[in-house]
T-cell receptor, first 113, second 113 residues
């Protein structure tokens, strides 16, 4: 398995502000991802966090709104920029381990007022 | 575009009964995952199915994969209250080492005494 921590676990933010979410893994991983789970919905992949290069974004997500950093193989950040109430979601990071199992962090519950 | 359809979306069971959750997907897949999510919690990995005919079992849960039919099933045997949760299937069609998951909408399972 994988031990994944996220900070903060939850936050309430004002419209127009930005929040940076951190994801820390207990050992080096090649593949790290960021997902969003809107209230009562399933998960949607935002981007692949690439170590040493720009993140790869999925359709509907852009770097200006969701900048991602991946400075090393155990850490990544996702920033939600210029927030609106529609950004209220749970944001989860995930990593892939040997054998292909993908493990998810505990999530960051974001509420935008 | 990949579509992942789960049914049923809501399932209310009596303890001791058996039932099956179905996951259909629209494009050839390399990997299929089943996850469990408890309210307010992150996702717990249940199974990773990697090949046609794969069958995995853990306790009262058994998952199978038919890649020709593009169908996976999660069978619940003699349900108990502790199995109450939301179950997601997720499909990886990205191939190779990309591991990008597309999730179904989830099945909310309630097991009643």
């Amino acid at each position: 398995s994988a031990v994944i921590s996220q900070k903060p676990s939850r936050d309430i933010c004002q419209r127009g502000t930005s929040l940076t979410i951190q994801c820390q893994v207990d050992s080096q991983v090649t593949m790290m991802f960021w997902y969003r789970q809107q209230p009562g919905q399933s998960l949607t992949l935002i981007a692949t966090a690439n170590q040493g290069s720009e993140a790869t974004y999925e359709s509907g997500f852009v770097i200006d709104k969701f900048p991602i950093s991946r400075p090393n193989l155990t850490f990544s950040t996702l920033t939600v920029s210029n927030m609106s109430p529609e950004d209220s979601s749970i944001y989860l990071c995930s990593v892939v381990r040997t054998g292909g199992t993908q493990y998810f962090g505990p999530g960051t519950r974001l509420t935008v007022l | 575009e990949l579509k992942v359809e789960q049914n049923p979306l809501f399932l209310s069971m009596q303890e001791g009964k058996n039932y099956t959750i179905y996951c259909n997907y629209s494009t050839t897949s390399d990997r299929l995952y089943w996850y469990r999510q408890d309210p307010g919690k992150s996702l717990e990995s249940l199974f990773v199915l990697l090949s046609n005919g794969a069958v995995k079992q853990e306790g009262r849960l058994m998952a199978s994969l038919d890649t020709k039919a593009r169908l996976s099933t999660l069978h619940i045997t003699a349900a108990v209250h502790d199995l109450s949760a939301t179950y997601f299937c997720a499909v990886d069609i990205s191939g190779g080492s990309n591991y990008k998951l597309t999730f179904g909408k989830g099945t909310l399972l309630t097991v009643n005494p």
